[in-house]
C-alpha cells in the first residue's frame, strides 16, 4: 500500500482512526438492512486504515481506533488484526462503560450501546506502537 505522503512514514505520534462502518447502534433508524457480507467488507476495509497508521506512527506512537458501530467484526476483530501488526492494546477504562466482547480484553477497551448508555453505539480501543 503506498502512503501518498512517503515523508510522513515513521514520524507521527499520534493518529485517530475514526473509519468508515456499518452504524449499527446509530439512532434513530426508520428503516436499514446490514448484512454479514457487508460487515465483513466494511471491517476488512477498515483494516487499511490500520495498516496506514502503523507506517505513518513512530515507535511509541498511539493509535486511537473509535468506531460508531457495534459488531465485533468492526471492533475488537479489528483490534485483533492490530495486534497482528505488533500494536499493544493500552488499557482506557472508563466508569459505567462497558468493556470488550473478547474476554482477553476486559475493560480494557470500551464499548456504548444505545438501550445501556442513551447514547449512539460505539467503541474505542487504544493502541501504541511498542519502541
Request: with cysteine; charged share 25%; glycine share 6%.
Amino acid at each position: 500500500m503506498d502512503i501518498d505522503r512517503p515523508d510522513l512514514v515513521g514520524s507521527t505520534d499520534k493518529v485517530l482512526i475514526d473509519p468508515p462502518c456499518t452504524d449499527v447502534g446509530v439512532r434513530p433508524r426508520l428503516f436499514d438492512v446490514k448484512t454479514m457480507d457487508l460487515v465483513r467488507a466494511m471491517s476488512n476495509y477498515q483494516r487499511q486504515f490500520i495498516r496506514v497508521a502503523w507506517r505513518l506512527l513512530k515507535p511509541g506512537g498511539v493509535l486511537v481506533y473509535s468506531t460508531c458501530t457495534i459488531p465485533p467484526l468492526e471492533n475488537e476483530d479489528n483490534i485483533d488484526y492490530a495486534e497482528s501488526l505488533g500494536f499493544e492494546v493500552v488499557d482506557i477504562s472508563i466508569p459505567n462503560a462497558s468493556g470488550g466482547l473478547i474476554d482477553k480484553y476486559g475493560d480494557s477497551v470500551v464499548r456504548f450501546y444505545p438501550h445501556i448508555h442513551d447514547t449512539p453505539g460505539f467503541f474505542i480501543a487504544k493502541l501504541r506502537k511498542p519502541s
